[in-house]
């Protein structure tokens, strides 16, 4: 039995969009829940190259058709299901690759076109490699960052090794591992992450004081119910604390700890970064200090210096926030914006705005909106196309298969 014509074309529309937007999907979910446009762009590319291919020659309206169908679609489904409008050069981006994918392909399909076909198609793979987030590169100046920690940030099984957040802390920071912060004045550091530390003595406790109302610049990770992995049998002095041991300087500040969420947290912050939290302590904040969303974090004006205060060391086990744990360079892979807010915690910059994959009813009306809207957009397409009497499945020669 023969398929009616205007359905052929109304699937040869459809489907190839659909196949885009579940592709891109599945880069997407690996790449940590990214609402990247860049995530759909080699589906889009290799798609409307395989349609190229498949369609007659003097069809490239329906490439056209077809490659801004599925970015459309891409776009929509990152919109709605982030919240947010996509990046702008990433949106075009995603077009161009599409269209260049498309064109590349027909163009080799003609001996005297064949040499711009692979130009077109070089062009796109360019793009692809160098349009999305590229790897962060260490910066020439780089201030002094003082670590105070009783986690294996600097070391693992093999022996010396950054974990991936101070991997990332290095291209920001001139990254000083101290064992006492009695220290802190001579280090020449001006900002100092103190995260999780061995119990310390009120000598100790009035030093960090004492620096940040100098001025410093304090991120402190203290964590009541502490998560990261560790080999080392329980009772063994080389583990971290299970809990905070600086409760007094946080209340010194102004931050009482208050309710223990146990489980395992995806947030976004109220100027939207996104972070995980697993066994966070939240803090009642009084004085200088002010608690943001959830009562996780706090930011404190501790006399001329800052201190934000983060009731989970966790939050910087690369579990958390990195999707690839061998990528922690590439923004591509992180699964938080974790790397980036935690060097702006600490007076640095990671440049790059992340847009995520907020919750999964936002993903399913972006599905269902861009399953609407692609039925609508192919049969506006048919209504179109189906006037002419060439269709899709036509030989090279525009003989009827």
Known sequence: MRVPRRLTIFLVLLLPVLAVLMAGMA???????????????LPAALMVALMA???????????????????????????????RLPDPLAAVGLLIVALLGGFGSRALRTPGT??????????????????????????????ALAVITALPLFWDKAGLADA???????TRFTVQPLDD???????GARALLLA???????????????????????LVLADPLLRWPSDLPAGDRRRAPSASLIDPLLRHWGAVPDALVEVETRQFLDDGWLVTLSGAQSFKAGGACAAGRGGAIVRCRVGQGRAVLVGDADLIDDRLWLADPVRPLDPRAWAADTPALVAQWLGGSITGERRWLRDGRDVVLGLRWVLILGIVWAMVGMALFGRTGQRAGHSDDGNKP
């Open 196 to 218: 999780q530390p061995r119990a310390m003595t009120p000598d100790q406790l009035v030093a960090i004081d004492t620096w940040v109302r100098a001025g410093g610049t304090a």
């Open 181 to 187: 912060p009695r220290a802190l004045p001579k280090s």
């Open 114 to 143: 064949r040499l711009i076909g692979v130009g077109l198609l070089a062009l796109a793979g360019l793009l692809l490699w160098r349009g999305p987030a590229q790897p962060i590169a260490p910066m020439a100046q780089r201030p």
């Open 53 to 83: 291919q498949l369609l007659a020659r003097d069809l490239w309206r329906w490439l056209v058709w077809i490659a801004v169908g599925a970015a459309g679609a891409a776009l929509i489904f990152c919109m709605i299901a982030a919240g």
């Open 164 to 170: 991936p957040i101070v991997t990332l802390l290095r």
């Open 27 to 41: 880069r997407a979910w690996r790449s940590g829940g990214q609402a990247d446009p860049w995530s759909w762009a």
